[in-house]
């Protein structure tokens, strides 16, 4: 099943390709030079123009309107060798370049023009979709809402700017009014009330978009601008839904709800399906908010469902307003890839933090798998973890049984208690009248219902849609069973409900059956002893699949079930084009929602917080603290949660955060120097010129991350920030390593740094397991400042891969060894290819079966542009399976496509090539894959090496070969110890049929890389 709903959403994608012009697709183009944001000067006559550090980019300030100009010629030079482009965003604040639907002729003469970095398809992504301030230490005494800025100001965020990109604002909700009413209550913007709010801050160069159902009205001294970006999104030609609007405002309420997390104003009412749910606030109620819509609500016609994409052009021309406008924090609740760093909207947002621009993201929602997005060190990636609000109720039945499950129930005095099968519209009226057992709509008889309490199955439909039913038919209350283990959930029903364990549903339905069966609700009320805060099952976990050395996710924040402003949904189209011409105020509206996407914007909202205590600290030294600060994460049996893939840092501990004053600092020269150190950016390039490589474990941030072959030394400097001298003691543990810190004491005065290196040196750690420890820095006024410490042993490291197309070579190449003994040096293959031919359609699927055996060491399947009919004209898409379930996938711009699997489990692989885009609807191609395993190939490939090894070392291994030409080659060179113990493999790949070496750095990827291992 997985396998067709994957290859849908690559076919949706596909529609939206061939919807666009004919012989057109959307792209972003990069051009060198840096965007004004980071500009540090070197171009005779125009000045610098980022940021000096402790401020933020400014438009308005001196040479940059200059700048901006100038790029503008050098984009424009560019674009007049591809005259017919239609140009869809211009960019140059925080990316510089341009998206524009470009013919396939036209990318492969841009991929040849100087000046040109990189060209990538545009694409959609998807969003990543009380008590929290309460439980995060917010509005407790001594919490950052009772404590000042130098101005004497609550810290609330007076005056600091959040910028959400997501779906838009409802505007009605009195989240984002200026107003309270004689009680000093939020009211919404239009109600009249008193205004308690003064102007923007002086530094705002934002303004307010009018559009359809958004006046500039709508925008208050809350709510201080208010943007839509769809260029992108129009240029798909997919249709957008009826309920959307072309406007600010938003539809699907994802926006609306980030919005008021991160910053809403405090005290605001509640109701859900017409129950009150309490009041609202904002991590920082009193900063003020600048709206940009990047995401739009299309309708699949072969579906008829909503969906809701972000188009990554949309998304960047919106960075790039929010960084001009001039924001302090962006929360993205957007999903991102996984594995790119160099992604437009990741090298966006590192312009944006260069820019004194502190960035949230959301992690993702495809976990447990190890699937974290948003990759790069310069943000700050949130997991979802729970929080400690769980309303329970008892339910007290006739024949004396007393149970108790999730609920909001207003008490329901004793009524007759039945089955919903026995209350059926229609018969039969048994258990397998599913439709009747798990309450859909209309499947209850209001004759026999009213009055009554009912008792429903869970599953299939919504839990609400069963409360629903339940009043449409007048039943009294409900109780909703679950029939297998699963959570319990407090939802706002439209009658009082019960939600109870499968435990409880023999109970229930074998009384239920009685005759004069009855039961009674009980009032809800907070249950003790909630286990909290619990990494989320659906969240995503690392190790980071860009470098694992980079700690992903960073931290976690509340983002199960939470409540906050929504967007009001209308019924009919009347409706909503009486909201347009204005003949129709909507009401304001909320909702509970989970995801990542409602964990980053507490995250964005408490860094507000911190912006407003100290204006002239960093994003670096803003993320530092939050992570230094960040408090345990607990099992769902109440232990102690060790694993740090869930989570990074820890749970987000405000007030933990405003008190720490020592800081891990990095800015753009470090951020750049991490990337060319990972050969992401060329060597000889203008940015690697002037930076110097940084290895990833000694980049300089807050969590530390190795790959430690025998032994290694990490180098770190920190600042103190506090007013007065400190001296900061270290402590160090890691399992399976023994740990020293060098030097072990800091004495700091104000504004000080000091550098200090951490030695690990693997004691009894196994090989390639990550291991889980930190460091803590402590002074003697009780602070603690923790870094987490996540480690792999390796007993050897050798390079994952090399390609080469000579049918006869050598290569030399170094391999680092973590022990001291006996070092094997095994060659396999190499192995040709075995080709399939085949033909797919747009919106096509096309598969192949690959066996591969008990022992493989690798497996490699692979379209290349020379091998389709369109060459680089057809965009396909390649997926493999093993037993239905995705492995890997690859999806960039063309048919240059390739899956690897390292240690790949024997079984029956299904290769499928997915026509995304062919030329002309249709494309012929050919399919490659090799695998490599003990006694494959043709016994060509060569391998040498030092028969010993030594601790710490590092050893000289060279390969040989000769194949015939024609063909593409795989094999490998696996390492054992003297005991035969598998110690690594290093795959090379000889192609002596391509003329060219393939590349992968011109597109952007549809979708990510996956692998799986035994």
């Known amino acids: 099943m997985y396998r067709h709903l994957l290859a849908l959403v690559l076919v949706l994608a596909g529609a939206a390709a061939a919807a666009q012009p004919a012989g057109r697709k959307a792209y972003i183009v990069q051009l060198s030079g840096p965007p004004a944001a980071t500009y540090s000067g070197g171009v005779a006559g125009l000045a610098a123009t980022r940021a000096a550090p402790g401020g933020t980019f400014r438009l308005g300030a001196p040479g940059v309107r200059a700048y901006l100009s100038h790029l503008d010629t050098r984009r424009n030079q560019v674009l007049a060798g591809v005259a017919g482009a239609q140009v869809l965003h211009r960019y140059g604040v925080a990316f510089n370049g341009f998206s524009a639907l470009l013919s396939d002729a036209d990318v492969q003469k841009l991929k040849a023009t100087p000046g040109v970095l990189a060209v990538r398809r545009d694409l959609p992504r998807s969003l990543a979709t009380s008590r929290t301030p309460i439980f995060l230490g917010l509005s407790t005494p001594g919490g950052l809402w009772s404590q000042v800025d130098a101005a004497s100001r609550p810290l609330k965020g007076e005056d600091v700017v959040v910028g959400v990109i997501d779906s838009g604002i409802w505007p009605e909700d009195p989240s984002f009014s200026d107003k309270v009413d004689a009680n000093g ?75 008021s997390i991160a910053a809403g104003n405090a005290g605001v009412a509640t109701r859900v399906n017409g129950t009150d749910t309490g009041r609202i606030a904002g991590m920082a109620p009193r900063a ?408 990833a474990h000694n980049l300089n941030l807050p969590s530390l991350g190795a790959t430690v072959v025998g032994r290694l030394e990490v180098q770190r400097e920190v600042r103190h920030l506090g007013t007065s001298p400190a001296t900061y003691v270290a402590d160090a543990k890691l399992p399976g390593f023994a740990v020293a810190v060098v030097p072990a004491q800091l004495q700091l005065a104000p504004g000080e740094r000091a550098r200090f290196k951490v030695q690990l040196l693997r004691t009894s750690a196994p090989s390639g397991e990550w291991r889980f420890g930190s460091l803590v820095w402590r002074n003697g006024a009780g602070q603690q400042v923790l870094s987490p410490i996540v480690a792999r042993a390796l007993t050897l490291d050798a390079p994952a891969s090399f390609d080469d197309t000579r049918a006869t070579g050598t290569k030399v190449f170094n391999v680092a060894t973590g022990y001291s003994g006996v070092l094997e040096t095994v060659p396999l293959g190499l192995v040709p290819a075995t080709r399939q031919s085949g033909v797919v359609s747009s919106g096509g699927v096309t598969c192949f079966d690959v066996p591969v055996a008990t022992g493989a060491r690798h497996a490699r399947f692979a379209l290349f542009d020379s091998d389709s009919s369109g060459g680089g004209a057809d965009d396909l898409d390649l997926e493999v399976y093993l037993d239905e379930a995705l492995v890997g996938i690859s999806a960039g711009a063309t048919a240059d496509e390739e899956v690897r699997l390292s240690d790949p489990a024997p079984g029956q692989y299904s290769a499928c090539v997915v026509g995304y885009a062919p030329q002309g609807g249709r494309a012929s191609f050919t399919l490659s894959s090799w695998v490599v395993g003990p006694q494959s190939g043709t016994g060509s490939l060569r391998a040498s090496g030092p028969r010993h090894v030594h601790l710490g070392g590092n050893a000289s291994v060279g390969l040989g070969w000769s194949v015939g030409t024609g063909q593409r080659y795989l094999g490998a060179v696996s390492f054992r110890d003297g005991r035969g113990t598998d110690l690594g493999t290093t795959v090379l790949s000889v192609d002596t049929l391509s003329t060219t070496s393939r590349s992968r750095s011109g597109g952007a990827r549809k979708a990510n890389a996956l692998s799986k291992k035994r």
């Open 185 to 259: 209550d939020p009211v919404s913007a239009h109600q009249p009330g008193r205004v308690v709010y003064g102007p923007p801050p002086a530094r705002w160069s934002g303004r307010c978009q009018s559009g359809p159902g958004f006046g500039p009205e709508r925008c208050n001294h809350k709510v201080i601008g208010a943007r839509y970006f769809d260029a992108s999104f129009k240029a798909s030609g997919l249709p957008l839904h009826w309920a959307e609007y072309e406007s600010p405002r938003d539809q699907d309420g994802h926006g609306s709800h980030t919005a």
């Open 288 to 695: 003020r908010l600048a709206i940009y819509k990047a995401c739009w609500s299309w309708l699949d016609l072969a579906t008829d469902e909503v969906v809701v994409n972000c188009w990554i052009g949309d998304s960047v021309a919106a960075i790039e307003q929010a960084v001009a406008d001039g924001v302090d924090v962006i929360n993205f609740s957007i999903g991102g890839s996984t594995d790119d760093l160099l992604d437009p909207v990741e090298e966006a947002f590192l312009n944006a933090t260069a820019a004194g621009v502190f960035v949230a993201t959301a992690g993702g929602n495809e976990g447990p798998g190890n699937t974290v997005s948003h990759p790069a060190p310069w943000l700050t990636t949130v997991a979802a973890s729970t929080h400690d609000r769980r309303l329970v109720a008892p339910v007290q039945l006739g024949n004396g049984a007393r149970l108790q499950g999730a609920s909001r129930s207003s008490g329901v005095p004793s009524k007759p208690l039945v089955l919903s099968t026995a209350v059926a519209l229609y018969p039969p009226f048994d258990e397998s009248n599913l439709d009747a057992r798990l309450c859909f709509l209309d499947a209850l008889d209001p004759a026999k219902a009213a009055g009554k309490i009912i008792v429903c199955d869970r599953g299939t439909n919504a839990r609400v849609e069963k409360s629903e039913e339940a009043a449409r038919v007048g039943a009294a209350g409900m109780i909703l069973l679950n029939v297998e283990p699963s959570d319990l959930l407090d939802d706002p029903h439209f009658v009082p409900t019960v939600h109870l364990p499968h435990t409880d549903a023999a109970t229930v339905r074998g009384y239920a059956v009685s005759a004069d069966a009855s039961a009674a609700l009980g009032v809800a009320t907070q249950a003790e002893g909630v286990v909290a805060p619990v990494v989320a099952e659906f969240s995503s976990r690392g190790p980071n699949l860009a470098t694992p050395l980079i700690v992903k996710p960073d931290l976690s924040a509340p983002g199960v079930n939470l409540l906050a402003a929504f967007a009001w949904q209308p019924a009919t189209q009347a409706q909503h084009a009486a909201v347009v011409a204005g003949t129709l105020t909507p009401p304001p509206a909320a909702d509970f929602l989970s995801g990542t996407s409602m964990a980053s914007p507490h995250v964005a909202g408490v860094a507000a917080l911190l912006k407003q205590r100290h204006p002239t600290w960093s994003p670096a030294a803003i993320k530092s603290v939050l992570l230094t600060s960040a408090g345990p994460l607990r099992t769902p049996e109440g232990g102690v949660d060790g694993d740090r893939w869930g989570y990074g840092a820890g749970h987000l501990n405000p007030r933990a955060a405003a008190a720490t004053s020592l800081v891990y600092e990095a800015g753009l020269a470090d951020y750049v120097g991490f990337l060319c150190g990972l050969d992401l950016l060329p060597s000889d390039g203008p940015r690697c010129s002037t930076s110097l490589p940084i290895a």
